[in-house]
C-alpha cells in the first residue's frame, strides 16, 4: 500500500505466502494516470518521439517533471536529471563535390553533380585518386559460386559497381529473392562491405543495364494502357452526354500525348536515374568516398578501354555465369565529397530514490527507453510510410509503468534499504545507446549496481501471456517470478538469458543480473498503428504491480542477487545461417573504425579466442572491417569449424588472434 514503509525481508515473505491466491490491493488511479501519461507520450505532438525531434525533447522534459513531482531526485547529473551526449543523426551535401576521368595522353571527363553523378550519403568525405576497377555487382557469394570479388587486387584502386545481381530475368535463377523480393547480394551495404573488405578505397556506383530497360518497358506499358482504357471509355460515350464525352475526349488526347512522349524521351536514350542523396543511408555509412554515375559516363571509360559498354559486359556476365571483374587500363579517377554529419544532444532522464542503511549505497536501476522511430524512415516496417509512429506500445507503455513505479515508490513512509535509479532511456531504437552510454558513465558504480529492471513493449497483454528475460541471471529470480505471476495468473514465459533487444543487455554485458519484461509484438511493431487506444492498460498495471514487489523484495535483501552467466548466444546480434561467434555487439561506440564489442558470451567461440569487451574488430579473416555490416557480411564466408584470423585494436594497439567458429545456433 502507498505510503507504507519498506518492511523486512521475513515480513514480505509472510505477506507474500498469506496473499498468494490474489493480486496485491490495486492502487487507486492508476490506470487513469496511465492513460494520460500514454496519451501524452504517443500524441502527433511529440513527432514519434524519433532522436532529432523537438518530440523527443518534450517527451524527457515530460517525464523529468513526472519524476519531480513525485518526490524524485531529479539533480543527480551535474544539478539536472538529463544525462546528455552527443549523436550523429543524420548527414548533409556539402561543397566541394567533384569527379574527374582521365585517360590516356591526358584525356579526361569532368562530371558535373546532379547530371552526371550524385555524391552517396552512405559514404564519406574525402579527396582522392586511384586507378579504376570494374567489379561486376560487387557480389561474393560461395553458396552460389559465384564471386566478382575472388582474384582481384583492390587495394588503394576505386571499383565501379553496377547495382542489383545477374541473371535478373531469370524468376528461378541464383539469386532470385522469394515473393519477388530483392536478393541481399543486391543490398547496398552488401556490396559496399565486400568493396571495402576487399581495400578499395572508393566507389562508384553504375544503375545495371537491365533494371534501366525493365523500367523503360514497365513505363512504356504502362502508357499504352492508359491510352487503350481512355479509347474504351470514349468508345464508350453517349452523344445525349456532351460534357462527359468531352472530358473522355480529353482524356484519351492527354494519354495518347503521354505516350508519344515517353516513346521521344526514350528514342533519345533510356532513363538512368541518379540515387539522390539521402537515398541509402541507414546509420551505418562508410568512411570512403561514394558516388554514383551515369551509364554515359561510364561507357566513353568501357568503350576506350575495353572496347564494350556496361550493357556488354553485362551480357557476357549473363551468358556464362562468371564474373568480368577486371582493372580498366589507362583510366584513373580524380574525386572529392564533402558530407558534413549532423550531431543531436540526447539525453537518459535519471530520477533518484536515495537509500537508508548499511546497503544505501548499493543500486537497483529500473528503466524504459523512452524514443521510438519518429516519422518512419529505416526503423520503420510500412516501408515509405512519412506518417507519425507514435509508439504506444513501443515503447511509451515502457516509459509510463517506470513513471508509475516511481511514483509509488517514492510516495513510501521511509527510504529503501539500497538505492532506486530510475532511467528513461534515449537512442534505444538506434542500438541501445542510451543504456551504452550510461554503463559507460554511470551515475552511480556499476560494481555496486546489484540488478537492473527493464520493460520493453508491455502495453499488449493478451490471454495473460507475460515473456520475462533475464531469470537465470541470479538464482533467486525463477522462483520469484513464478511466485508473482501466479498470484495474478500470468501465462509466462521465462528466458533464462540476459541478453535480448533491449536495454537490459548493457547491464548484463556489465554482470549485473537483468530482468527484462515484454509482452511480445504485434502487427503494428514500428507501424503508424501502434496507438494508445490499443494498449491494455489493465494488463500494464497488473505488470506493474509485479514489478513494484520485485523491486521492493530486491531492496530489502540482506544480499545481493548473485550474478549468473548464462551460456547462450545474445540475441542482440543479427539473425541468420551464419557461424556462431558469440560477440555482443557495443552499440554505444560512436565513430570508431571497426566492429566495436562490448562483451562476450561465456563459453562461446569469442571467449575461448581471447576476445574481450572493448575490443575493435578491424580484420575478419582476409576482410577488412569498418562496422557492424561488414563483419555480418564476412562471417557469412565462413561455416562451422572453420579458423579465423581476428585482428582487434585493444588498448591502442593491434593485436593478433584466431576464432574457432561454431555451428550456426
Known amino acids: ?23 496485491a490491493k490495486a492502487v487507486p488511479g492508476t490506470q487513469d494516470r496511465l492513460k494520460s501519461d500514454l496519451q501524452y507520450l504517443s500524441s502527433d505532438k511529440l513527432e514519434g518521439r524519433g532522436v532529432g525531434t523537438k518530440g523527443l525533447d518534450l517527451a524527457a522534459d515530460y517525464i523529468r517533471e513526472q519524476f519531480r513531482r513525485a518526490g524524485l531526485d531529479v539533480k543527480q547529473v551535474d544539478g539536472d536529471a538529463f544525462q546528455k551526449f552527443n549523436l550523429v543523426t543524420d548527414v548533409k551535401l556539402a561543397t566541394p563535390n567533384s569527379v574527374k576521368l582521365v585517360g590516356p595522353k591526358g584525356a579526361s571527363i569532368d562530371l558535373k553533380v546532379g547530371a552526371d553523378f550524385e555524391v552517396c550519403a552512405f559514404g564519406g568525405s574525402g579527396k582522392i585518386s586511384g586507378d579504376l576497377v570494374f567489379l561486376g555487382y560487387a557480389i561474393d557469394a560461395s553458396d552460389a559460386h559465384y564471386s566478382d570479388i575472388k582474384g582481384v587486387d583492390l587495394k588503394g584502386k576505386i571499383a565501379v559497381i553496377m547495382r542489383r545481381t545477374p541473371l535478373q530475368s531469370d524468376s528461378s ?97 533510356l532513363a538512368d536515374p541518379l540515387m539522390k542523396f539521402g537515398y541509402g543511408r541507414s546509420g551505418n555509412s ?16 568501357l568503350k576506350a578501354a575495353l572496347k564494350t559498354s556496361l550493357s556488354g559486359l553485362e551480357a557476357a556476365i549473363d551468358k556464362d555465369f562468371r564474373a568480368k571483374s577486371q582493372v580498366i587500363p589507362g583510366w584513373t579517377v580524380q574525386l572529392q565529397t564533402s558530407i558534413e554529419t549532423v550531431r543531436t544532444e540526447v539525453k537518459n532522464v535519471i530520477g533518484v530514490i536515495e537509500g537508508k542503511g548499511p546497503r544505501a549505497d548499493e543500486t537497483i536501476v529500473i528503466g524504459a527507453h523512452y524514443d521510438h522511430v519518429g516519422l518512419g524512415g529505416p526503423g520503420s516496417l510500412a516501408p515509405g510510410s512519412k506518417d507519425v509512429h507514435n509508439g504506444a506500445d513501443d515503447n511509451a507503455s515502457g516509459t509510463v509503468s517506470l513513471i508509475e513505479i516511481a511514483r509509488r515508490l517514492a510516495g513510501r513512509k521511509n527510504k529503501p534499504p539500497r538505492r532506486l535509479v530510475f532511467i528513461a532511456f534515449t537512442a534505444e531504437e538506434l542500438g541501445l545507446i542510451g543504456s551504452a552510454r550510461y554503463v559507460k558513465e554511470p551515475v552511480f558504480p556499476i560494481d555496486k549496481t546489484v540488478a537492473m529492471f527493464n520493460m520493453d513493449m508491455v502495453g499488449r497483454l493478451r490471454n495473460n501471456r507475460l515473456i520475462v528475460y533475464g531469470t537465470g541471471t541470479a538464482p533467486r529470480w525463477k522462483k520469484l517470478i513464478e511466485t508473482k505471476g501466479k498470484q495474478r495468473e500470468f501465462a509466462l514465459s521465462l528466458k533464462p538469458s540476459g541478453f535480448g533487444p533491449s536495454d537490459h543487455s548493457s547491464f548484463y554485458g556489465k554482470k549485473i543480473p537483468v530482468l527484462h519484461f515484454f509482452t511480445g509484438t504485434h502487427s503494428d511493431y514500428h507501424r503508424p498503428g501502434d496507438d ?28 545481493r542477487p548473485k550474478y549468473i552467466e548464462i551460456k547462450s548466444r545474445a540475441q542482440v546480434s543479427r539473425t541468420g545461417s551464419r557461424p556462431y561467434v558469440g ?55 565462413y561455416k562451422g569449424g572453420d579458423v579465423v584470423n581476428v585482428t582487434v585494436i585493444r588498448d591502442g594497439k593491434r593485436k593478433a588472434l584466431k576464432i574457432t567458429l561454431a555451428k550456426p545456433r
Open 583 to 637: 560477440s555482443i555487439p557495443d552499440f554505444g561506440s560512436d565513430g570508431k573504425k571497426g566492429y566495436a564489442i562490448s562483451g562476450v558470451s561465456p563459453g562461446s567461440p569469442a571467449q575461448k579466442a581471447g576476445l574481450k569487451g572493448g575490443d575493435l574488430i578491424v580484420q575478419f579473416g582476409t576482410a577488412k572491417i569498418g562496422g557492424l555490416d561488414d563483419f555480418d557480411l564476412a562471417l557469412r564466408k
Open 286 to 301: 562508410r568512411n570512403i568516398p561514394i558516388v554514383h554515375i551515369t551509364h554515359k559516363a561510364i561507357d566513353q571509360v
Open 173 to 269: 535463377g541464383p539469386f532470385a529473392a522469394p515473393h519477388g523480393g530483392i536478393s541481399r547480394h543486391a543490398a547496398l551495404r552488401s556490396k559496399v562491405s565486400n568493396a571495402f573488405g576487399a581495400g578499395a578505397k572508393a566507389i562508384l556506383f553504375v544503375n545495371d543495364p537491365y533494371s534501366n530497360r525493365h523500367n523503360a518497358e514497365q513505363a512504356l506499358a504502362r502508357a499504352k494502357d492508359a491510352v487503350v482504357t481512355a479509347a474504351v471509355a470514349f468508345n464508350s460515350g453517349k452523344p445525349s452526354e456532351p460534357k462527359k464525352l468531352a472530358e473522355a475526349r480529353r482524356r484519351l488526347k492527354a494519354s495518347v500525348e503521354r505516350l508519344e512522349g515517353v516513346r521521344t524521351v526514350q528514342k533519345k536514350g
Open 1 to 23: 500500500m502507498l505510503g507504507q514503509i519498506f518492511l523486512s525481508a521475513t515480513l514480505l515473505a509472510l505477506v507474500a505466502a498469506t496473499a498468494a491466491a490474489w493480486p
Open 532 to 559: 494508445w487506444p490499443k494498449v491494455n492498460l489493465a494488463g500494464m498495471e497488473q505488470i506493474l504491480s509485479m514489478l513494484e514487489e520485485i523491486i521492493i523484495e530486491t531492496a530489502n535483501e540482506k544480499t
